[in-house]
């Protein structure tokens, strides 16, 4: 009968434990816009597949906004420092970027930001739809995104 007790006791707390994780876990605010996204500095072509996937415009993570860059093949990351809900959307507010290196010294990226009026580090997200967002006042990408779909979804 002891054993019986003790098992008891010890499985109490266990099955306490258990319904915690049962509860589900609030994410990120920006969690909504993760993925690839397409569009943005002209309009949006091809949103389903390997040929918007391959190329995509925009990528979000959870701690990364990757950004293509007219000048250059490789993307522009931009580390999150922040990310406040507004009443339409997000505001982003990125890490200070790196210096680029170049024969007159370091000098800031000319594509390091967004074209944004609160200048590199600041990124507005406007929700447009469920697979929709823009940048809005953003003068590097004036047209709206798309997020990159698989077939069939």
Not at 70 to 76: E, G, H, M
Request: hydrophobic share 35%; aromatic share 8%; glycine share 14%.
């Amino acid at each position: 009968m002891r054993r019986w007790a003790l098992l008891l006791a010890l499985g109490l707390p266990l099955m306490g434990s258990m319904d915690a994780d049962a509860q589900t876990r609030q994410g990120p605010p920006h969690e909504w816009t993760f993925g690839s996204w397409t569009g943005g500095i002209f309009p949006a072509g091809e949103t389903e597949g390997g040929a918007c996937l391959g190329s995509p415009t925009v990528i979000f993570t959870r701690d990364i906004v990757m950004r293509v860059s007219v000048v250059d093949t490789a993307y522009r990351e931009r580390t999150i420092e922040t990310v406040a809900q507004t009443p339409n959307g997000l505001e982003f507010r990125f890490t200070a970027a790196p210096p680029v290196l170049g024969p007159m010294g370091p000098r800031a990226a000319p594509d390091a930001g967004f074209g944004c009026p609160g200048g590199p580090n600041v990124l507005r997200v406007e929700r447009k739809g469920p697979d929709e967002l823009a940048f809005p006042g953003c003068s590097e990408f004036p047209s709206t995104l798309k997020r990159c779909t698989t077939a069939g979804k």
